[in-house]
C-alpha cells in the first residue's frame, strides 16, 4: 500500500512540475523571474574560492559555517562513480543582517544559512560559482514585511560584488520555472515548563539527531544562531535558543546532483537548513524548513527518478518530526499566531 501511495504521489508530482500552475496557487509577494545568480569560469579556480571562503567573506560580514569540499569525491567513494571534477558546499550567513532579522520573522531561518554552490563538470570543465537570490528566498519563505525584505536583499549585494571584483567572469542568472503551493514544512513541539530549559534543549537537539541519523541522514552542520562566536550582541533576548541544522541525505544528494542526468546546480537548495528555536516565555519548539518539492517545481525538474526521492524525503521527514511529538502547522510567521 505504501509502495502504491509512493507512486501515487510521484504520478501527480510529475503532472505538478510538467504542467502551468496556476496563479491562485502560488504566493508570489514579488516579481522577480530569477532562481539563482550564476559566476561561469572557462579555468579551474578551486584555490582561489577556498581563499576567498576563509579570508574575504568576513569582511564583508558572512561567515561560513561546516563547509564541505570536494563532496564528489564522496560521490564517487560511495556510489562508484562521478560526473563532476568537483562539487563544493559553502553555507554562509551574514549574521549583523539575518540575525536581528529572524527576531521579527523567524521563517528566514529556512535559508539561514545559505549555500554558496561551486562546482565543475566533466563534460564541459566549466567553473561555476551560484547561490539563491534573496528574492527568490523570501517568495518561498512566503515572507512580505517590506522592511525585511529590504534589509535582507540588500544584503547580498556586497557578497555579488565581490565575487565579481575577485572571480570576473561571465554573470547570469537561472531562471525560477515556477513555485509550489506547499514550500515549507512547519512543526511544534509542546512540552511542560522544565527545571533547567537548557537541559531540555540539549535533551531535544539528541532526540533530533538521533531520530534522523538511524533513517540515514546526515546531520552536516549545526549553527547556533543565539549565541554566535562571531557577535557579542544579544540581539535575539527574545529567544532562550535558535538554530539551524545542515540536513543532508547522501543519496538523495547523488542522485540530483550527481549520476544520472546530474543536475549540480541544484546544490543551490542544500544542505537543507531546519530551523529551531524557543521563545522565552514560551513551553514549545518551533521547527520549519523548505520543502523538497520547492526544489523539484523551482528548477522545473521532470527526471523520474529525482521525482521519486523528492517525494520519498517530503514523506519521510514530517514522518520523524511526527514521531518526535510534533505537530505539523500552517506556514506564517509563527511569532504572530495564537
Not at 509502495?3 to 512540475?17: E, Q, R, T
Not at 527545571?195 to 531520530?211: G, K, P, Q, T
Not at 546531520?219 to 562571531?230: D, L, Q, R, T, V
Amino acid at each position: 500500500m505504501r509502495c502504491f501511495k509512493s507512486f501515487i504521489n510521484v504520478v501527480l508530482f510529475i503532472g505538478l512540475v510538467t504542467t502551468v500552475v496556476l496563479a491562485e496557487d502560488r504566493f508570489m509577494p514579488s516579481d522577480n523571474k530569477n532562481l539563482a545568480v550564476i559566476y561561469t569560469f572557462n579555468e579551474e579556480n578551486d584555490k582561489e574560492f577556498n581563499s576567498f571562503l576563509e579570508n574575504d567573506l568576513k569582511k564583508i560580514g558572512f561567515f561560513l559555517n561546516d563547509p564541505h569540499k570536494r563532496v564528489n569525491d564522496v560521490y564517487e567513494k560511495n556510489f562508484g562513480s562521478t560526473s563532476l571534477e568537483t562539487i563544493s558546499f559553502s553555507p554562509v550567513l551574514n549574521e549583523s543582517v539575518v540575525r536581528p532579522l529572524l527576531t521579527k520573522d523567524p521563517r528566514l531561518g529556512g535559508f539561514s544559512p545559505f549555500n554558496l554552490v561551486h562546482y565543475r563538470k566533466k563534460s564541459d570543465k566549466k567553473t561555476v560559482i551560484t547561490h539563491l537570490t534573496p528574492e527568490v528566498i523570501l517568495d518561498i519563505l512566503e515572507i512580505d514585511d517590506e522592511e525585511i525584505k529590504e534589509k535582507y536583499i540588500a544584503s547580498f549585494k556586497p557578497l555579488d560584488n565581490l565575487i565579481k571584483e575577485k572571480f570576473g567572469g561571465e554573470k547570469s542568472y537561472l531562471p525560477l520555472v515556477g513555485l509550489t503551493k506547499d514550500r515549507m514544512m512547519n512543526f511544534e513541539i509542546a512540552f511542560d515548563e522544565p527545571e533547567d530549559i537548557d537541559e531540555l534543549l540539549n535533551e531535544f537537539r539528541d532526540n533530533i539527531e538521533y531520530a534522523f541519523l538511524t533513517k540515514g541522514y546526515i546531520i552536516a552542520g549545526f549553527y547556533n544562531i543565539k549565541e554566535s562566536f562571531n557577535s557579542d550582541d544579544n540581539v535575539m533576548e527574545d529567544f532562550a535558543s535558535f538554530w539551524s541544522y545542515s540536513l543532508c541525505h547522501l543519496p538523495f544528494s547523488y542522485a540530483v546532483f550527481d549520476g544520472e542526468n546530474p543536475i549540480p546546480e541544484a546544490g543551490i537548495f542544500a544542505p537543507c537548513s531546519v530551523y529551531m528555536y524557543v521563545k522565552e516565555g514560551e513551553n514549545k519548539l518551533v521547527i520549519g524548513m523548505p520543502t523538497l518539492r520547492t526544489w523539484a517545481v523551482a528548477l522545473g525538474i521532470t527526471d523520474r527518478e529525482k521525482l521519486k526521492k523528492i517525494v520519498q524525503l517530503d514523506e519521510e521527514i514530517p514522518e520523524i518530526f511526527k514521531s518526535l511529538g510534533a505537530v505539523a502547522i500552517p506556514n506564517g510567521n509563527p511569532l504572530l499566531s495564537e
